[in-house]
């Protein structure tokens, strides 16, 4: 699917499907208008015989009545001109989308970028780049394994976005190419956390960040268990001890910008497989869990539509990934493991293994001086409790880094919610043992998980994304999201541009 931005003061580009929005108050745009009267007002009719209500998501396809216009024209309803926001024009466009996907068309021509500009505080970039995110999701489809016949790719390949002036057009396609780049991260990141785990392994995750060496500015280092075992990392090498899957630390590094500008680090929790261990989980939904290499995923989606763009920025991606697995030489409940900081840890619960593995990545991207370190991770149900699928979770130990990282959200549309870490929290952790314990009990768990990585993060500034609820959908859509990925590209798009 390809996307152009064109100016069509009229509304009269040849297509074979234009699409134009309602509200719910039988209102179209300009252009909408345009578009109606070449079609003899066929959508004021629909509206005034209450064939169409317009309500947020409602499509309906017209074929064409005469001779002029347009093959075809969908009608997209906007709902409630009052509530219509950034959410609402996305809502649109996937209707949108889905609903023009399933049509014979070729091309379209999509005018709800421009007749949207008059309600919403969203520019010309913004809108366009809202389309084509949602254009390339609604047409993303699961690498699945069936046998049989494979569907039929969709027909639409190409999509023009109509917008006002000259200028306007020059923001639009930007937006639109940082969208299919942003889209691209996406898909790569849901491709790799749908596979099953038995294909998706440590090895395997080395193997595709590899094939990004193939972009410019990039340099990918896949370390094996013995190089991990010279750095020290104890509490990452006892969770991989358990599995005959060999553990990875994939370390990928993006020149975008001069040596002496110090480097933002993502760091990914790569768990392809998350059994719990000796701490072993229920078996129902436990198939769930090759999903826990989703913080690992759109790390890499993110690095790799950062290098794609060539942001003028430096970029490192750390992803240590390994199975969490039961075994007579697993590790187990009580073990008291050394950390690549010095730290020891008490593992009161295996099940606990994401943190393990990313304190000692998290003291290895000490070695980049960053100027900033955001780790990413499927870490908690806890966190699933407190935020649902709606908001990743959001911890730092900088006010104003978490600020940032929540606009970025916020503009993506990929959001994320601040909650605390601290003294309370770090108290939980408590050991008799050792200098800290690996879990801290049931309440709070979010938060306790968090404050666990802050003993590792002294002196940096870091935030974690917890994305337990926001990387997954269960039930009839199971599958990956590829979230955060654009809020991780709104984030390095902004330091591009001003740092
Ligand atoms: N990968 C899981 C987190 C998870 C659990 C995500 C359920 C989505 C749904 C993580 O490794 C884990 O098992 N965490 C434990 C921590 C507990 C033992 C302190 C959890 O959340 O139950
Ligand atoms: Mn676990
Ligand atoms: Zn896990």
């Given amino acids: 699917m390809e996307f152009k931005a064109i100016t069509d003061p009229r509304a009269r580009a040849a297509t074979a499907c234009a699409v134009i929005g309602m509200h719910e108050d039988g209102a179209l745009g300009p252009a909408g208008q345009l578009v109606d009267q070449r079609i003899g007002g066929a959508a004021a009719r629909l509206f005034a015989s209450k064939d169409f209500a317009a309500k947020l998501g409602d499509t309906l396809l017209l074929s064409r009545t005469g001779h002029e216009g347009p093959a075809r024209v969908l009608l997209v309803g906007l709902g409630a001109r009052k509530k219509f926001d950034r959410r609402q024009y996305r809502k649109a ?100 956390a749908n596979l099953p785990p038995n294909v998706c392994t440590p090895t395997h995750l080395g193997v595709r960040a590899q094939s990004m060496r193939e972009l ?77 290499m989703c913080g690992a995923a759109t790390v890499l989606g993110a690095f790799r539509t950062a290098a794609h763009l060539r942001l003028p920025i430096n970029l490192v991606a750390i992803v240590p990934t390994c199975e969490n697995m039961p075994a007579g030489n697993a590790v187990k409940p009580a073990d008291v493991v050394t950390t690549m900081s010095g730290q020891t840890v008490e593992v009161l619960n295996t099940d606990a293994e994401g943190r393990l593995i990313l304190c000692d990545a998290l003291t290895y991207s000490r070695r980049f001086k960053p100027a900033a370190v955001i780790d990413v991770a499927t870490l908690t149900g806890a966190c699933v409790i407190a935020l649902g699928n709606h908001y990743s979770g959001l911890m730092s130990n900088d006010d104003a880094l978490a600020a940032e990282i929540a606009a970025a959200g916020q503009r993506a549309d990929d959001r994320a919610w601040h909650l605390p870490i601290g003294e309370e929290y770090v108290d939980q952790l408590k050991s008799n043992f050792a200098d800290v314990a690996n879990v801290g009990g049931r309440e709070g768990g979010a938060c306790t998980a968090a404050a666990y990585l802050s003993k590792f993060t002294t002196d940096l500034k870091w935030a974690h994304l917890d994305i337990a609820g926001t990387a997954w959908l269960s039930g009839a859509q199971k599958g990956s999201t590829g979230r955060p990925v654009p809020l991780l590209v709104d984030f390095l798009l902004e330091r591009a541009r001003t740092k």
């Fill in 93 to 192: 466009a996937q209707a949108a989308a889905q609903a023009l996907l399933k049509t014979g068309a070729t091309d379209a021509v999509v005018y709800l970028a421009v007749d949207a500009g008059t309600d919403l505080a969203l520019d010309a970039y913004r809108r366009a780049r809202g389309i084509a995110e949602t254009f390339r999701a609604q047409g993303y489809r699961i690498p699945d394994l069936k046998t049989g016949p494979k569907p039929k790719p969709p027909r639409l390949r190409e999509v023009r976005i109509a917008t006002g002036g000259a200028g306007d057009a020059r923001h639009a396609q930007r937006g639109l190419d940082d969208g299919v780049a942003v889209a691209d991260g996406v898909a790569f990141a849901r491709d790799l």
């Fill in 216 to 292: 410019r500015g990039v340099k990918v280092t896949v370390l094996g268990e013995r190089q991990i075992k010279a750095l020290k990392m104890g509490a990452f090498l006892a969770v991989a001890q358990g599995s005959t899957e060999p553990p990875r630390l994939i370390v990928c590094e993006y020149r975008g910008a001069p040596r002496a500008q110090a480097p933002l680090c993502l760091v990914g929790k790569g768990i392809t497989f998350d059994s719990g261990g000796i701490s072993l989980k229920d078996p129902p939904a436990m198939d769930e869990m090759k999903f826990d």
